[in-house]
């Protein structure tokens, strides 16, 4: 760590300068980087905890100076409102990831290093002045050789090994931080500063971003009224992104037009519809659905473009999703927690009692109430709010998808405030419960269950003797990991369940083919009788029984 400080050495001087500067100076002193800062710096340096202006300002204008990896941690915080006040999150929403042009001469000469010509010979046509231009990147409007009108993307230079550098500065200030302040280990500073690497890494690489375009390009390959821009591979790398030029109106140019250009109900409806195929049908969707990423063209037709952040839900999160779903709308709260420990991890000391509480209340608060009537952005505050009162860590991708969702509310409404965007949703949601019940996905459901709990079995023994040997040993505290037995018991009566399902279903067909081979010899006394008509019914009546069972557990 101390050959990284010497390699950095200005670089940290000029964060922990920054910190000063914005009234976090006692984390400074706290950490020991107190000595970085000059002799005026020192003297001048408030040390105090209380400042006038708000943590959430101060913070923002603190990432906004230190440039483009602490704005894409500003921006990735805004999103944990699992764990962080939403009176942060919603100062970091604010944050800017646009600063000035790079001379448009760097541009092209990175251009000509990745592409192998000059820009003369590869476009007819090449705008010196940028259409855009954020921490990582800038864009460019070209036309090609071949007369297509295209956008440029060109990361910046130097911005790698600038981005490398704030990365390892940021992992030795994140462990300092937790190993002084209990608030830090609580928020996982050193687990958020790894997806931010993650992230950038993801968003540097615009091959990456041309995968994610295509991908989503194909979920609308046969609707006309959504747009995709689509990719020139052969003049796109790592450092170049080529798309087609899509030229529409943004959001909020549709206020100086007449009203009868375009149908706002009609957009609104489309883009919802559009979201939720992506989220709900295909599991991949556009991670940052703001205005600046959405245009409007004739025809009421939406253009999204800018795919550097997705959102991927996986065939067991969609699962997860539609079991708390099924939760609120059976007001069932065993299936919720069920949901909940599913979908997150929640801490070994968690008072259960107070977070059933918790959950009967939110359940409570959307139960009977009119599709229209629900609010999208106060029911994910609502559940987030929950879960952060409880300390329980929900996965990155369910809060993005939360913050997704309010972004688009937040542009339906404006379009059309009459719009329900749950009511919109509910067939879609019908579609996955249905594809959840389906026998095939119900047999794979089960079939990994199995295989996960041959893993834990297979490993129970080993852990157990591991365990016993430290005890022996004297190195252990006698801390037993009961939330994993918690977990495998929940495992076995799920599976258990299942099985019981499958050989009811199994018995229940033999009866039926008994009854109906014993019916058809003339001499039996089942000719006599309706035997075929009270056997089912008895049959029928006992599955139905086993099967409430089974769902009413809410473990299935």
Do not use: C
């Amino acid at each position: 760590m101390l050959m990284k400080r010497m390699r950095h050495i200005n670089r940290y001087r000029e964060v922990a300068t920054a910190l000063v500067k914005y009234g976090f100076g006692y984390i400074v002193k706290e950490v020991g980087l107190f000595h970085l800062l000059s002799l005026p710096k020192k003297m001048a340096a408030d040390l105090r905890t209380d400042n006038a202006k708000s943590i959430g300002v101060r913070v923002r204008l603190l990432m906004e100076e230190l440039g483009p990896t602490f704005i894409k941690l500003g921006q990735l915080l805004s999103l944990r409102v699992d764990l962080i006040p939403r009176q942060l999150t919603q100062e970091l929403e604010k944050l800017q990831d646009e600063i000035s042009p790079v001379d448009s001469e760097f541009i092209k000469q990175t251009i000509e290093e990745e592409l192998g010509a000059p820009t003369e010979e590869l476009f007819q046509t090449f705008e010196n002045t940028s259409t855009a231009a954020a921490s990582i990147g800038q864009v460019h409007k070209a036309t090609l050789q071949t007369g297509e009108d295209v956008v440029v993307k060109v990361r910046r230079p130097r911005i790698e090994a600038q981005v490398e550098n704030d990365i390892e500065i940021l992992r030795d200030l994140a462990r300092l931080v937790e190993q002084h302040f209990s608030w830090a280990r609580h928020y996982q500073l050193r687990d958020i500063v790894d997806e931010v690497a993650t992230a950038i890494k993801n968003e540097m690489d615009y091959t990456q971003e041309g995968r994610n375009t295509e991908k989503v390009g194909q979920q609308f390959a046969n609707d006309r009224n959504i747009l995709i821009p689509s990719v020139y591979w052969e003049y796109s790398t790592k450092k170049v992104l080529t798309t087609s030029f899509i030229e529409g109106k943004k959001l909020r140019a549709l206020e100086d037009l007449p009203a009868d250009s375009f149908n706002r109900k009609v957009l609104a409806n489309r883009i919802v519809h559009s979201f939720l195929n992506q989220v709900l049908l295909s599991g991949f969707y556009h991670g940052d659905p703001h205005t600046g990423n959405m245009f409007f063209l004739p025809g009421n037709k939406v253009a999204y473009i800018d795919f550097g952040q997705v959102g991927i839900l996986s065939h067991s999160m969609k699962h997860n999703l539609a079991s708390f779903v099924i939760g609120l709308m059976k007001k069932d709260t065993d299936i919720l927690m069920n949901a909940v420990r599913e979908m997150s991890i929640t801490p070994e000391d968690i008072d259960e009692k107070k977070l059933r509480a918790d959950l009967d209340e939110l359940r409570d608060k959307y139960y009977d109430v009119p599709l229209s009537e629900i609010n999208i952005q106060s029911a994910v505050t609502d559940i987030f709010n929950t879960t952060q009162k409880h300390q329980i860590i929900i996965p990155k991708d369910y809060t993005l998808l939360g913050k997704s969702l309010m972004t688009i509310e937040s542009i339906v409404t404006e379009l059309d405030p009459e719009l329900s965007m749950i009511h919109l949703a509910e067939p879609y949601g019908k579609k996955l419960l249905l594809e959840r019940l389906h026998p095939k996905n119900a047999a794979a459901k089960l079939w990994d269950e199995l295989t996960d709990l041959t893993k834990m079995l297979y490993q129970l023994p080993y852990q157990v003797s591991d365990a016993l040997t430290k005890m022996n040993r004297g190195e252990t505290k006698f801390e037993m990991q009961l939330p994993q037995i918690d977990q495998l018991l929940r495992k076995l009566d799920r599976v258990g369940n299942r099985l019981s399902f499958s050989i009811t279903l199994l018995a229940f067909s033999i009866i039926m083919v008994g009854l109906i081979v014993g019916a058809t010899f003339g001499n039996s006394i089942l000719a006599k009788i309706p035997a075929i008509e009270i056997g089912f019914i008895i049959s029928f009546l006992m599955f139905l029984w086993l099967i409430y069972s089974i769902f009413r557990s809410g473990r299935f």
